[in-house]
């Protein structure tokens, strides 16, 4: 990919549209950022409600600690989205379209070793979290049952914070609200099934996350295969006239 070839790839007149940066083209980027913030806590909730169905107070509270520590530890790799975000961005502003996928494969790369940390030290965490929260042994089971399966999740959950970044620094953060909003409904739609028409529990919860955070990271690659061949599309060439 050529540094020239960003900005003037696509419809003529696109590198002008990226500079021109006024309150509709603010709201663009704001509006969806600001709902993909919205609706995870949001499926947190839902989440939480399904298993609540089960009757089981021991399973809605092993399932509430579980996503707190997992919430804990994705805010701790919370900066690939961010710093993604402004380096990619930055790299956009400068028509530096190696940098643009430097960032991406840099930042994809992080996320993929981190989770599989995550992985090898699920045992540790899980102790040293539970711990902590000090919670009774009919939670703490309930807990580890989720966290044993979910923990699994956690390179593909990392790899969409990654590519929602990136695409947020390209400026398509209606795509990246697309992949969160699918992400979430997904969810959602697995839980709802897995627990009340399988009566999976507490495990199907989990399995839910880890099948929803793969199906969206598949199509976040997708998307950033697609964006990155938009970017690095050759300008026709042009004809003298003599």
């Known amino acids: ?18 500079r021109a940066i006024g309150h509709v083209a603010v709201l663009r980027i704001a509006v969806p950022i600001t709902l993909s913030n919205a609706s995870a806590p949001l499926a947190s909730v839902v989440l939480i409600a399904v298993i609540g169905q089960s009757g089981s107070p021991a399973e809605i509270g092993g399932v509430a600690v579980a996503v707190a ?12 989205r961010m710093a993604t975000t402004g380096l990619t961005a930055q790299a956009l502003g400068a028509e530096d379209g190696r940098e643009v996928a430097g960032h991406l494969l840099r930042a994809l790369l992080v996320a993929v070793a981190g989770g599989a940390a995550l ?3 699920q045992r540790p965490i899980g102790w ?9 042994p009919e939670v703490e089971a309930a807990a580890r049952a989720f966290f044993s399966i979910r923990i699994w999740s956690m390179p593909a959950a990392l790899v969409n914070f990654a590519l ?12 990246a609200f697309q ?24 495990a199907g919860l989990a399995w839910a996350t880890v099948i929803a955070e793969v199906v969206a990271m598949v199509w976040g ?19 003298s006239i003599r």
Not at 1 to 18: F, I, K, L, T
Not at 164 to 175: D, T
Not at 179 to 202: C, D, K, M, P, T
């Open 69 to 80: 520590i997992f919430n804990m530890m994705l805010w701790t790799f919370s900066f690939l």
């Open 119 to 121: 992985i090898l030290l």
């Open 179 to 202: 992949i969160q909003l699918g992400l979430n409904a997904l969810n959602v739609g697995l839980a709802v099934g897995f627990v009340s028409g399988l009566g999976l529990g507490v």
């Open 128 to 136: 040293a979290a539970l711990a902590i929260m000090r919670v009774s």
């Open 221 to 239: 690659l997708v998307v950033a295969g697609q964006e990155l061949r938009r970017l690095g599309a050759p300008r026709p060439p042009t004809r």
């Open 1 to 18: 990919m050529r540094g020239q070839d960003v900005g003037q790839g696509g419809a003529p007149g696109q590198r002008a549209e990226r």
């Open 164 to 175: 929602l970044g990136w695409l947020i620094g390209l400026g398509r953060a209606g795509l």
